[in-house]
């Protein structure tokens, strides 16, 4: 127990890292949908690289989505609703009828009714009409998609068709029996027919068909039901499809029928605890990989709390939201941005990484989707173009011309995809294309999280760098006005260091924005710098040695106390630290010496509190700062001059161990030194002696 207790103090910190990686294999675990996977990958146009394929068992070949959908809509275009046919209407129309004719011939003061012929001709049309049907407009109008092939008339139980020109609408109906009383009235003269002209014939058109909702929906229902999801009969024995076979559209559905057959079985009658273990295992791998490459290549990665969370957070959620889709199946997996995880690594960390993450994703995800070839592929296609086309994050433009990118690569390979497995662009699904658009709107909207992402992770990305590079920054333009000299100074250092870590590879501008802030600690007491002294005034006159040196290295807890008064970002605040070292301030060390020859060499007082540099980014920043300033004392300014100056002062500073703890080659050593001598010599101007011609007598 005491060897436990031991053992987990010493590596609590390694412990709680493999803390975050179970966590996030556990979520992703209990996301991920409890099924069963067919063995054999196939795609259409492709050639079926397996051994000889023969049906394990009878099962039905299922229709295509598109086969489906067509006789589904050939269904409805053909199905014709049902109207419910009101018998009592024409009764209470004719009974209409007879009073206001009988209370027209009163009004004409025919006590004896006439001949009642016409009348009977009158009710004879209306009895034709309402048998026929007539429907209310409201109901017309609504049911017009519906109704355009006919409706189904129930009648006294009885269901019969007809023809939508042979029923009537109520102003249709109404003209017709205007129009047959008008004949009338032009053949025949008499007191029935003044007694007829009066009649208002639309109180004697009774609307007698009724939408039946519930009955139309439940037929609908019942057709739909019975429409059959197969096709065909596949019984086992038989021989599906043989090795280099190229799988065409019929033999796709086949074994798209298989695999559906088999996998259902399987999922009916599997231990789900070994499901369980397979997946936990293509998981644990996964991770495992990534750790490793962590372990490798980006320890500085793995070994920070809030760099490693945020990188297995990216992958955890999109993993998750995409078998979330995979259960629901209500939108296309291919609206996941993907591309949005190289986006955010190359963002905060480097292209390399970016690449490797989005891999694991890719992997991770398409294991346990349809297609994984094609997700896969096309995936990884979109994350190349996204760091591809990001090279300047910092640039809105970029980011716009990436998306562009982006969509474009999806269509062109969905499009290359379709050409192969169908040979017809007229197979494209359109709403393929609807999903990567807004896959690329999605883009667009969640680069804005990086905000969000830096605030919460401490991060720092390069359009934050730009702003905080910015000269006209109330900070810089602070340290502009108090001390000149080092801000002139800073510059020159932001230029050297630039050009340097272009060279050998780093982020140039977080080494320009670090450079620009390295010295802001000489605002407290500018003047004690002999950058910004007046050639007839040093306020080190006077002091002790000691106490000078004190002054000198205050700068750097100044500064450190200054960013976090103006909130700059950690990593800027690295450079303030780590930008001396743990070197000495040689001159006052030396003075010190001169005059105590018997003092120890390892005097702490002299010697700068550090950190050493421990990246690319800062130990150039060191070089640099060291070799500007020096440049500035030179009296005899030659190439051989700067060539000793920056040969010299580097070659202390790895002496001393500086850039131990940085990820730095002596490669790229030299290559810095080759740039700053160049740099220098523009800067002075160094000439080049040429040997003097002699003289001939």
Known sequence: MI????????????????????????????????????????????EWMHEDLVAPFDFPIYKTDAEFIAERNAILNNFKPFFKYDTSAVVVAIKQLNTDYDRELVNLGLEEKPNDSILNQVTAEIKRIHLAGIMLPAEFSDLRSEIQTGITIVKNNQAYEVDIEEVYQVNRAVDNIKSHVQQLVTEKKGSEIEALKKLNFTKYVKPNLEYDSQTTQQVTDDMLANLSATKGLIYAGERIISKGEVVNSDLYQILYSLKREFEGRLNLLGNTNLLLLGQALIITILFLI????????????????????????????????????????????????????????????DSRLALFIHIVTAFLVGFFVPNSFEFVFLQFSAGVVAIIGLTKVYRRSKLFLAVGYIFLTYSALYFGIVLIQDGNPSSMNVMYLAW???????????????????????????TTLMELGDTNQDLLRKLAEIAPGTFQHSLQVANLAESAIHQIGGNPLLVRTGALYHDIGKMNNPYYFTENQAPDFNPHQGLDFEKSAEIIIRHITDGIQIAKKHRLPQQIIDFIRTHHGTNKVLYFYRLFKDKFPEAKDDLKVFNYPGPKPFSRETAVVMMADSVEAASRALKNITLETINELVETIINYQQIEEQFNEADITFKDISIIKEVFKKKLQNIYHARIEYPKEKVEA
């Open 3 to 46: 060897k436990i207790f031991h053992f987990v103090k010493q590596y609590y910190r390694e412990i709680f890292r493999g803390s975050y990686f179970f966590a996030a294999i556990l979520l992703i675990l209990i996301a991920l949908p409890k099924e069963r996977r067919f063995k054999y990958e196939f795609q259409r146009g492709m």
């Open 290 to 349: 990534l750790f490793l490459f962590l372990y490798n290549f980006r320890k500085e990665v793995l070994y920070s709390d809030s760099k490693i969370i945020f990188i297995l957070l990216l992958i955890s959620s999109l993993s998750v939201i995409s078998f979330l889709l995979l259960r629901r199946d209500l939108v296309s997996i291919y609206i996941i941005p993907f591309a949005i995880v190289p986006i955010f690594i190359r963002t905060f960390y």
């Open 436 to 462: 990567f658009a807004a896959n690329a709107l999605l883009l667009l909207a969640s680069y804005q999280l990086i905000y969000v992402f830096e605030k919460v992770f401490g991060f720092l990305s390069d």
